[in-house]
């Protein structure tokens, strides 16, 4: 069987981009069980609350729900556990950096396999308030109404 190239997005976390100001993106893959994968490869699976945090040096995924494979046995996973990701101490040390002395947190905002092999692209997140959020739902409405105006002019 040939492998699998490409990037298929398994979910995305629209969420996330309301939520909070992305500073910094990373792509990071995943250690999974492999009922964890099976299950992913049925397309289930949800980021909406997720987080990363850093323990001892490791950099770990929290609160993302990998539903049960429905096949599976006794051997299959608890939906919520703690998932690490695998990335280069550098970077784990370089965003624990900014994590300790800005106060930002860090979460994820895609899942998908990458050639066959499931990565997280992970964001380097700062809260927005609720002025903010109003603030960049009405510039998106601004942008829609004035693309709109845009095309019925073209079309006369």
């Known amino acids: 069987m040939p492998r ?17 100001f992305i500073d910094d993106v990373y792509e ?22 997720g987080f990363a945090h850093i323990d ?3 950099m770990w995924l929290e ?7 429905v096949q599976g046995t006794w051997t299959n996973h608890t939906p919520r556990r703690k998932r690490k990701l695998l990335l280069h101490r550098e970077e784990i040390d370089r965003w624990a950096g900014k994590v300790r002395e800005s106060g930002l947190t860090i979460v994820p905002l895609a899942l998908y396999f990458l050639d066959g092999r499931v990565k997280v692209e992970i964001g380097l997140a700062r809260g927005k308030k609720n002025y903010d959020k109003r603030h960049a739902l009405r510039e998106r409405q601004d942008r829609r109404e004035a693309d709109r105006a845009m095309s019925e002019r073209k079309d006369r």
């Open 4 to 20: 699998e190239t490409g990037r298929k997005v398994i979910a995305s976390n629209r969420k996330a981009r309301h939520d909070y």
């Open 56 to 58: 001892r040096g490791e």
């Open 63 to 69: 609160g993302v729900h990998i539903p049960e494979y």
């Open 28 to 49: 990071a893959g995943v250690s999974l069980m492999g009922t964890e994968v099976k299950a992913l490869r049925m397309g289930r699976a949800s980021l909406v609350d």
